[in-house]
């Protein structure tokens, strides 16, 4: 009951927030992609016990995929950006299948290392393709409508994408899905000495993140206006390392814990880089160690230890279709 | 009758050690067997051997007529022979409950079910198989809050849920507390009379042993020492030897 009047204030922000704080349209637009890029870290980093540095690589295939179909395709705009973003997930789901059934073979830390590489190698790869504008990056095409509507219309964008995310996964961990990616990161060899068929929860765990990364990437293309191969799309040491910390900050294998830590990294960050001028980046670097060390399992994973009845710790783990709903 | 798993001149090496070596037996289906021997027999390894942990080095290893020496442990396990482990394995991070909803049959495993919500009847097997191992009290605390003798209960439950045609039972009386070792033999003979689950259980206790199983196998030194009725290996002095000389 608390929990969907929480949901219900939560969507009835989104929808205002234009007409509430115009000016901050673009910076919402970005902090609701942070809430993907942690929630979807976070089915694999938190709920299946595979840290992956590389998730990266989905969002900038979702934005190059999507910003080339707007180049080359002559629909009206709404249609050909719909038919990008559409390519753009396609693309992303279809690369994460395509390294998944070798990648996700590796265990532990030798996931971890080998998707490492993914994002700079797929950055190096952009930046010197001409077709995608080589270093030089991409300019995705003009919005065609009213001044100052681009912003919002991509917020609202943005916004459905993290709340279609939120209810996806919301979903998927009440069923067997969420069982099975559970097992597998508490036990796998247990979980295949059961019979499960543990490599293809494993890869389409990693298609579903891809899927809403690369939406992600095409709709970031649009917001920002241009296209950097390393900056913006492959952004493995911002994006990508910003993506596993917002998950660990608010709480691994949580639903909710994704979501505040990306909302409280965001501000925090975005404080920084307002109010302490040249030391944003060693404040940034200091934030990450405090997180690492103080929080290693999370604001809600403390939270939970500390008052584990105020968070009915046994009753939110007793039903599977509500667990961390 | 035919058997149901059939080990014929196993052999099995670590590096210099020779865990197994040539080992044959057989298990007729419907039937409860034990496995016995002194510590670093080779018990362990053979149940690693039959359900795929590691490839063996020569011999066969046939469940239901069929080679399975060749096949990886999920695809064993599909055909319905479990093991459980001495040192338990169970889902730590979540509730008893979560963790046998898991552990449906292979059948119910299908493509489009990694979508499908837990059923009623599911989730209602769930919990009276919990009863049934006596953990129905703790059925939402964390599995890895358990106590090791409650993590082998479990993992029995969990082996059940999945209704399988054998299973291997590694220890299952160890860390279960004297007073409740009757109570789980008694399980043990339901799941074999009503489930018509067969049963190779490897028991350091005697006295369970004795009980339980309808004929024995005894390795020492990684080699097949004895087999036969309980009575006669209990009487057997390779058997007597091997127990004392280990200690
Ligand atoms: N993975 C392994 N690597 C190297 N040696 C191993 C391995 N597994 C088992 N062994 C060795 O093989 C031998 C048999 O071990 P195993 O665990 O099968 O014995 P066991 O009969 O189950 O003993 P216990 O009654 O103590 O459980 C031992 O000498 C052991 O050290
Ligand atoms: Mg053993």
Same mark, same amino acid.
Request: proline share 7%; charged share 15%; hydrophobic share 40%.
């Given at each position: 009951m608390k929990r969907s009047i929480l949901r219900a204030a939560v969507l009835a922000f989104l929808i205002a927030f234009p007409a509430l704080l115009p000016a901050w349209r673009t910076q919402m637009s970005y902090l609701v992609i942070m809430i993907v890029f942690s929630l979807t870290w976070d089915l694999l980093g938190g709920q299946m016990g595979y840290n992956s540095f590389g998730n990266v690589l989905f969002f900038g295939i979702g934005m190059y995929v999507c910003a080339v179909v707007q180049r080359d395709a002559h629909f009206s705009y709404p249609a050909t950006l719909a038919l990008g973003i559409a390519a753009g997930a396609a693309a992303a789901v279809a690369v994460a299948a395509i390294l998944g059934s070798g990648i996700l073979g590796l265990r532990g830390h030798y996931f971890a290392i080998g998707t490492l590489g993914l994002g700079i190698a797929a950055g190096e790869l952009a930046a010197g393709w001409?077709?995608? =504008? %080589? =270093? %030089?990056g991409m300019v995705p095409p003009q919005?065609?409508? &009213?001044? %100052? =509507?681009r912003e919002t219309f991509f917020y609202y964008l943005a916004a459905a994408l993290a709340v279609a995310t939120f209810f996806t996964l919301r979903w998927l961990y009440g069923g067997r899905f969420g069982l099975a990616v559970n097992a597998i990161r508490d036990d796998e060899d247990k979980a295949e000495a059961m019979g499960l068929w543990t490599t293809r929860y494993k890869t389409a765990a990693w298609c579903v993140s891809a899927f809403f990364l690369g939406i992600g990437g095409a709709i970031v293309g649009n917001v920002s206006g241009f296209i950097d191969p390393r900056e913006t799309a492959f952004a493995g040491s911002t994006y990508g390392v910003w993506m596993v910390l917002m998950a660990i900050l608010g709480g691994? =294998?949580?639903?909710?814990g994704p979501v505040l830590g990306a909302v409280i990294f965001h501000i925090t960050k975005e404080l920084f880089w307002t109010y302490l001028l040249d030391w944003q980046q060693v404040a940034l670097g200091f934030l990450i160690v405090v997180i690492v060390i103080f929080f290693p399992v999370g604001i809600l994973g403390w939270a939970r230890e500390k008052w584990p009845e105020k968070f009915g710790h046994r009753v939110e783990e007793a039903k599977p279709a509500e667990a961390s709903g | 009758m035919t058997p149901i798993l059939e080990v014929t001149r196993v052999r099995k090496t670590f590096g210099g050690v020779v865990a197994n070596r040539d080992v044959s037996l057989s298990v007729p289906e419907g039937k409860i067997y034990g496995l016995i021997g002194p510590n670093g027999s080779g018990k362990t390894t053979l149940f690693s051997s039959i359900v795929g942990t590691h490839p063996i080095d020569s011999g066969s290893i046939k469940f239901r007529g069929e080679e399975v020496s060749r096949l990886r442990v999920p695809q064993i396990a599909r055909l319905g022979l479990l093991r459980t482990f001495q040192q338990t394995r169970i889902?730590?991070?979540?509730t008893c409950v979560q963790n046998l909803l898991i552990s449906?049959?292979?059948?119910?495993? $299908?493509? @489009? $079910?990694?979508?499908a919500r837990p059923s009623a009847a599911e989730t209602k097997k769930a919990e009276d198989l919990l009863q049934f191992v006596g953990l129905h009290a703790k059925r939402?605390? @964390? &599995?890895?809050?358990? $106590?090791f003798g409650q993590q082998k209960l479990l993992e029995l439950a969990m082996a059940l849920m999945s209704e399988p045609r054998m299973l291997l039972l590694d220890e299952p009386t160890a860390g279960i507390n004297p007073t409740l070792i009757n109570d789980l033999i008694d399980r043990l003979r339901r799941i074999n009379a009503e489930l018509g689950i067969t049963l190779l259980v490897i028991e350091h206790n005697m006295r369970v042993v004795m009980g339980l199983a309808q004929y024995i196998y005894c390795l020492a030194h990684g080699e097949l020492l004895a087999e036969g009725e309980p009575a006669a290996v209990k009487s057997d002095k390779r058997v007597i030897e091997a127990y004392l000389g280990a200690h």
């Open positions: 001409d077709f995608v =504008g %080589g =270093g %030089g919005y065609p409508g &009213a001044l %100052g =509507g691994k =294998g949580t639903l909710w | 889902y730590g991070k979540m449906v049959p292979p059948a119910a495993l $299908s493509w @489009r $079910s990694m979508l939402h605390l @964390r &599995a890895g809050d358990l $106590s």
